[in-house]
């Protein structure tokens, strides 16, 4: 294999994780893990509930520290330098099980904070980039309202426009279900749906096996 073709190959990988282990004390909770996400596949990674899986994603979006082993993502080797973290971070989406929006601020607000503060995006622009993605979720008509006035299902679907609003190239969904009511995981499931019909790459671990 040429040198230009291993280039071509590893563009195509969004998420490379080799041997990787972890550890909460003596407790090992993953162990030798070998993970390879292509740029634009969909996996959905499913077991029961305590057997890791939140802890696999929270590691690739370090908010986890693996303690061996070697995560890549987007072709940035994930290390303790502050820059590699805050590099992989600004590339990759995360939607949480419990949606973590912020209860003080109005939903455009949750969705223009970090392109403000992070990518110094100019607050007009960083509107109308939320108002787009809000319309894309089905729900631009919830912006001025507060998180506490929406369904949960709204909630989670404000939470995917959030991390949209960054331009990510890569999403991770972390159970994204699990907290709702059965007749609002449709809402979602067709929103990531959707996401992946655009080629998005997409991460999801969830231990609901329907959802699945």
């Not at 979720?137 to 939470?159: D, F, M, T, W």
């Amino acid at each position: 294999m040429t040198e230009q073709t291993q280039m071509q190959v590893s563009d195509e990988i969004a998420i490379s994780i080799e041997r990787m282990n972890k550890w909460y004390g003596t407790f090992h909770v993953l162990r030798d893990i070998d993970l390879s996400v292509q740029r634009g596949e969909r996996i959905v990674i499913a077991g029961p509930s305590g057997s890791g899986k939140s802890t696999l994603i929270r590691c690739i979006n370090a908010l986890e520290e693996h303690q061996k082993g070697k995560i890549t993502v987007d072709g940035t080797v994930l290390s303790s330098d502050l820059k590699n973290i805050d590099k992989i971070r600004s590339e990759v989406g995360m939607v949480f099980q419990h949606f973590n929006l912020f209860p003080h601020l109005t939903i455009l607000e949750n969705c223009t904070l970090a392109p403000i503060w992070v990518r110094k995006t100019p607050k007009k622009e960083a509107e109308e980039i939320a108002m787009h993605f809000l319309e894309k979720v089905k729900i631009p008509e919830q912006a001025n309202k507060y998180p506490g006035q929406l369904s949960g299902g709204q909630q989670q679907r404000v939470a995917i426009a959030r991390s949209l609003c960054m331009r990510p190239r890569i999403m991770l969904f972390d159970e994204p279900t699990s907290a709702l009511d059965p007749e609002m995981i449709k809402e979602v499931l067709d929103t990531m749906v959707q996401l992946a019909e655009e080629g998005m790459t997409m991460l999801c671990v969830t231990h609901e096996m329907g959802f699945a």
